[in-house]
């Protein structure tokens, strides 16, 4: 039983170690949004918000999510006990329309307080069978193909098991070109152009066949299953959908439609852990492979992922890197580590997220904060 009696609030200010950008925009410095959340039971839970600083990515910010917690999604949470995190989507959903990473951040705190309620790992109150999970690594856009190629050479040589690049028209065919130079044939390989083209440059994108790419995420916009679908025909790389899979609906369009072959899962995204969950089934049913993506979240999202991860078809590397590729320094201790094989072990002994919030290092970042209670 969850029977929540405050939530508090906080915007901390992290910058990431360099710059990262991506077609629709760029980030310097996170602006994060953790949810800590307090059980009548005494038990106390955490979660992040992966809305960005602009709406670029998606029309959510961690502003709009500010709003949405405090004054829509958190007030009907307080009002009345939940038996079960898988009962808040619902909840959320009536009569609230989108602002999908607003209830994900709440829904996934409860996940974390129910676990911790049951005594067991996030891991398994969602039904994660691994207890360790691939890595892979996502490159900004860099100034020039020799750049990139030098980047992906690094973190190929550190142990990611799979090398993602950010493309958009004017760096991409050689930018791809130059970093499959540099790996050689048999790494995994694939481009993100966050929806930077439009299907007229089809025969553009076609060129890149030939870099054996095991996929390339969410080349056209976001609403535009159909030009997927078109595209994914052309192009004999399988598509993968990130910012259009926005529910489980969506997910069985792409399926029906042939708008992609692969699925990036991110909670926050779709709404929280049940919808995930609710995906990742459909698509283990489907035959089509699914991996977690990441938004630069702090340790508290990591930990979020890096258990989502640990579900049995999470088939190929996610982009779960370790904090060190972000930050100075993160906000949970132990950091998230990855090892020379490129994985990140999945903490199955420890009840909840299984990392521990450094509180004073917090405190020491937070520029706002709101206590939200009955
Ligand atoms: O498209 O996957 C994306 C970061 C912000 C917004 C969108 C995306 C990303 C990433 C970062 O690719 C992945 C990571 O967290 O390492
Ligand atoms: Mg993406």
Same mark, same amino acid.
């Given at each position: 039983?969850?029977?929540?009696?405050?939530?508090?609030?906080? &915007?901390?200010?992290?910058?990431? *170690?360099?710059?990262?950008?991506?077609?629709?925009?760029?980030?310097? $410095?996170?602006?994060?949004?953790?949810?800590?959340?307090?059980?009548?039971?005494?038990?106390?839970?955490?979660?992040?918000?992966?809305?960005?600083?602009?709406?670029?990515?998606?029309?959510? +910010?961690?502003?709009?999510?500010?709003?949405?917690?405090?004054?829509?999604?958190?007030?009907?949470?307080?009002?009345?006990?939940?038996?079960?995190?898988?009962?808040?989507?619902?909840?959320?959903?009536?009569?609230?329309?989108?602002?999908?990473?607003?209830?994900?951040?709440?829904?996934?705190?409860?996940?974390?307080?129910?676990?911790?309620?049951?005594?067991?790992?996030?891991?398994? @109150?969602?039904?994660?069978?691994?207890?360790?999970?691939?890595?892979?690594?996502?490159?900004?856009?860099?100034?020039?193909?020799?750049?990139?190629?030098?980047?992906?050479?690094?973190?190929?040589?550190?142990?990611?098991? *799979?090398?993602?690049?950010?493309? $958009?028209?004017?760096?991409?065919? $050689?930018?791809?070109?130059?970093?499959?130079? &540099?790996?050689?044939?048999?790494?995994?390989?694939?481009?993100?152009?966050?929806?930077?083209?439009?299907?007229?440059?089809?025969?553009?994108?076609?060129?890149?066949?030939?870099?054996?790419?095991?996929?390339?995420?969410?080349?056209?916009?976001?609403?535009?299953?159909?030009?997927?679908? %078109?595209?994914? *025909?052309?192009?004999? +790389?399988?598509?993968? !959908?990130?910012?259009?899979?926005?529910?489980?609906?969506?997910?069985?369009? @792409?399926?029906? !439609?042939?708008?992609?072959?692969?699925?990036?899962?991110?909670?926050?995204?779709?709404?929280?852990?049940?919808?995930? *969950?609710?995906?990742?089934?459909?698509?283990?049913?489907?035959?089509?492979?699914?991996?977690?993506?990441? @938004?630069? %979240?702090?340790?508290?999202?990591?930990?979020?992922?890096?258990?989502?991860?640990?579900?049995?078809?999470?088939?190929?590397?996610?982009?779960?890197?370790?904090?060190?590729?972000?930050?100075?320094?993160?906000?949970?201790?132990? $950091?998230?580590?990855?090892?020379?094989?490129?994985?990140?072990?999945?903490?199955? %002994?420890?009840?909840?997220?299984?990392? +521990?919030?450094? @509180?004073?290092?917090?405190?020491?970042?937070?520029?706002?904060?709101?206590?939200?209670?009955?």
């Amino acid at each position: 039983m969850i029977e929540l009696q405050r939530i508090v609030l906080r &915007e901390i200010r992290l910058p990431l *170690k360099e710059p990262f950008r991506i077609s629709s925009g760029v980030v310097k $410095e996170r602006r994060i949004c953790l949810l800590e959340l307090f059980d009548a039971d005494g038990t106390v839970a955490w979660s992040e918000c992966v809305a960005g600083e602009n709406p670029n990515y998606s029309a959510e +910010t961690i502003d709009t999510a500010w709003l949405a917690i405090t004054e829509w999604l958190a007030p009907r949470l307080l009002a009345k006990p939940v038996a079960h995190p898988a009962d808040l989507a619902a909840l959320f959903d009536k009569g609230i329309c989108g602002h999908n990473m607003a209830k994900a951040a709440v829904e996934m705190g409860c996940w974390d307080l129910a676990a911790r309620q049951q005594g067991v790992s996030l891991s398994q @109150m969602l039904g994660g069978t691994r207890d360790r999970v691939a890595t892979g690594i996502s490159i900004g856009i860099q100034a020039n193909p020799a750049a990139l190629a030098q980047r992906a050479r690094a973190a190929f040589d550190q142990g990611y098991r *799979k090398i993602k690049v950010k493309i $958009e028209p004017g760096a991409d065919v $050689e930018y791809v070109r130059a970093v499959r130079q &540099e790996l050689g044939p048999p790494v995994h390989m694939m481009a993100d152009a966050n929806s930077a083209y439009t299907l007229a440059d089809a025969a553009h994108l076609v060129q890149l066949d030939a870099f054996n790419l095991i996929m390339i995420e969410q080349p056209l916009s976001r609403d535009d299953l159909l030009r997927h679908a %078109e595209l994914q *025909k052309r192009l004999a +790389t399988p598509i993968c !959908l990130d910012e259009s899979i926005t529910s489980v609906d969506r997910a069985e369009d @792409m399926i029906t !439609l042939g708008s992609g072959r692969i699925i990036n899962i991110k909670p926050g995204r779709v709404g929280g852990f049940t919808v995930s *969950k609710a995906i990742h089934d459909l698509c283990q049913r489907s035959g089509i492979p699914v991996w977690c993506g990441g @938004m630069l %979240e702090s340790g508290v999202g990591r930990a979020h992922n890096v258990a989502l991860a640990s579900l049995p078809n999470f088939s190929l590397p996610g982009d779960l890197s370790p904090s060190a590729r972000y930050w100075e320094r993160d906000v949970v201790t132990p $950091e998230w580590t990855m090892d020379d094989e490129g994985m990140v072990r999945v903490p199955r %002994e420890e009840p909840g997220i299984g990392v +521990t919030v450094d @509180m004073g290092f917090v405190d020491s970042i937070t520029v706002r904060r709101k206590e939200l209670t009955r």
